[in-house]
């Protein structure tokens, strides 16, 4: 089916209120012609719509008679539509309103100023900016109060916190999609840095994107499957002060520290609890640590919880279904990911087949259920 088939078929569904077809069928037409600013920018408003902002949402699709999956959210969508078209309007749109859901208001009303100055007859654009501007002075009035009621006379603190892994903390989700490059993160009292190590990666195949409380990282290398890693933050950061290097071994990101907050871990977590803002004492002595020391986390024993959890989470229906394909296909042999996308390409999605021998040396015939019969789609 052509590209413009499917966008067509995805307006449809989104217009019936079926956003998570829309966005499986917008993820196919991107599949098939990936430089089209309008399919990235469609696909982000069905994500809002589901509430897709940051993180991994999977899409099982085909390209090249090969199963593949790929990772849609709205941010990243919108971010990629700016990329192609930068005076596209409806990018900037997308991403403030995505922001503004994720209380990323000064992110927002940056992308929603430059969306502006494209389209100033469009009112959206000065009512969401109006919006930004009164949660970003409630925020500010917020963050005066707790810091004189709540600031401790004298703190002390190291200058350099040590090295700690980003495993999740107790109230982080492990995604079932391991990424593919391992990373870390250690801080200081005015910034974070976190390390991906990614090996030999030409500087034109990565993408560094900062918000006021998103880190976005895309790795697309021609032939191999692409990096997504968007992590919400732990606390917000000043985009304009943050910046990264690009090694032969790795990639480097220091992001500025909007406040001078411990953070507990690299994400975003509602359980966790906001460290007090540090006075540096102005002295040159060495610095001070608290005599006890803190519960060590068992991380291996928390991993293996939700790996747990993970494995007996109950699914209904498609969702079930769709779990199942991808588990066999993730741990397929290539025999087995050749039947399976074979068979079900040439059956018009009727048949999935995992046996090779039995398929790979004849075409495979629909088999609908029963009842039903087998059509093929009208171009």
Request: some cysteine; glycine content about 4%.
């Given at each position: 089916?052509?590209?413009?088939?499917?966008?067509?078929?995805?307006?449809?569904?989104?217009?019936?209120?079926?956003?998570?077809?829309?966005?499986?069928?917008?993820?196919?037409?991107?599949?098939?012609?990936?430089?089209?600013?309008?399919?990235?920018?469609?696909?982000?408003?069905?994500?809002?719509?589901?509430?897709?902002?940051?993180?991994?949402?999977?899409?099982?699709?085909?390209?090249?008679?090969?199963?593949?999956?790929?990772?849609?959210?709205?941010?990243?969508?919108?971010?990629?539509?700016?990329?192609?078209?930068?005076?596209?309007?409806?990018?900037y749109l997308r991403k403030g309103m995505a922001c503004i859901k994720l209380e990323e208001y000064q992110t927002a009303k940056t992308a929603l100023e430059t969306g502006a100055s494209l389209a100033p007859a469009d009112s959206r654009f000065n009512h969401l900016i109006k919006e930004c501007d009164e949660r970003i002075a409630e925020e500010d009035e917020e963050l005066h109060a707790q810091l004189v009621d709540k600031a401790p006379p004298q703190v002390v603190t190291p200058n350099i916190v040590p090295l700690t892994n980003t495993l999740p903390s107790q109230g982080t989700t492990l995604s079932s999609t391991k990424l593919k490059y391992r990373h870390e993160f250690y801080q200081k009292p005015e910034e974070v840095v976190v390390t991906i190590f990614a090996k030999g990666i030409p500087?034109?195949?990565?993408?560094?994107?900062?918000?006021?409380?998103?880190?976005?990282?895309?790795?697309?290398?021609?032939?191999?499957?692409?990096?997504?890693?968007?992590?919400?933050?732990?606390?917000?950061?000043?985009?304009?002060?943050?910046?990264?290097?690009?090694?032969?071994?790795?990639?480097?990101?220091?992001?500025?520290?909007?406040?001078?907050?411990?953070?507990?871990?690299?994400?975003?977590?509602?359980?966790?609890?906001?460290?007090?803002?540090?006075?540096?004492?102005?002295?040159?002595?060495?610095?001070?640590?608290?005599?006890?020391?803190?519960?060590?986390?068992?991380?291996?024993?928390?991993?293996?919880?939700?790996?747990?959890?993970?494995?007996?989470?109950?699914?209904?229906?498609?969702?079930?279904?769709?779990?199942?394909?991808?588990?066999?296909?993730?741990?397929?042999?290539?025999?087995?990911?050749?039947?399976?996308?074979?068979?079900?390409?040439?059956?018009?999605?009727?048949?999935?087949?995992?046996?090779?021998?039995?398929?790979?040396?004849?075409?495979?015939?629909?088999?609908?259920?029963?009842?039903?019969?087998?059509?093929?789609?009208?171009?």
């Amino acid at each position: 089916m052509a590209s413009s088939d499917l966008e067509t078929k995805a307006k449809e569904a989104f217009l019936d209120d079926h956003f998570e077809l829309a966005v499986d069928l917008y993820s196919q037409a991107i599949t098939l012609n990936p430089n089209c600013a309008e399919l990235f920018v469609d696909r982000a408003q069905a994500n809002i719509k589901l509430g897709n902002f940051t993180g991994e949402k999977t899409s099982l699709v085909f390209r090249d008679n090969q199963l593949e999956l790929l990772s849609t959210y709205a941010v990243a969508d919108a971010n990629k539509a700016i990329e192609l078209d930068p005076s596209m309007a409806k990018a900037y749109l997308r991403k403030g309103m995505a922001c503004i859901k994720l209380e990323e208001y000064q992110t927002a009303k940056t992308a929603l100023e430059t969306g502006a100055s494209l389209a100033p007859a469009d009112s959206r654009f000065n009512h969401l900016i109006k919006e930004c501007d009164e949660r970003i002075a409630e925020e500010d009035e917020e963050l005066h109060a707790q810091l004189v009621d709540k600031a401790p006379p004298q703190v002390v603190t190291p200058n350099i916190v040590p090295l700690t892994n980003t495993l999740p903390s107790q109230g982080t989700t492990l995604s079932s999609t391991k990424l593919k490059y391992r990373h870390e993160f250690y801080q200081k009292p005015e910034e974070v840095v976190v390390t991906i190590f990614a090996k030999g990666i030409p500087s034109n195949s990565i993408v560094v994107d900062f918000g006021e409380q998103i880190l976005s990282v895309s790795i697309e290398v021609p032939g191999e499957e692409p990096y997504h890693f968007q992590p919400r933050l732990f606390g917000k950061i000043v985009p304009t002060k943050s910046r990264y290097d690009i090694m032969s071994t790795k990639i480097e990101i220091r992001l500025a520290k909007a406040d001078a907050t411990h953070w507990t871990s690299l994400e975003f977590s509602k359980d966790a609890v906001v460290s007090q803002k540090a006075n540096v004492s102005s002295t040159n002595s060495k610095p001070t640590y608290p005599s006890s020391k803190p519960k060590r986390v068992d991380w291996d024993k928390l991993e293996a919880q939700v790996k747990k959890e993970e494995k007996e989470e109950k699914l209904d229906g498609d969702a079930a279904l769709n779990k199942f394909f991808r588990d066999i296909y993730k741990d397929a042999n290539e025999d087995t990911r050749r039947a399976m996308s074979k068979s079900f390409v040439e059956s018009n999605g009727t048949v999935l087949s995992t046996n090779w021998k039995e398929v790979g040396s004849k075409k495979v015939q629909g088999s609908p259920p029963d009842g039903m019969e087998l059509k093929k789609w009208k171009n």
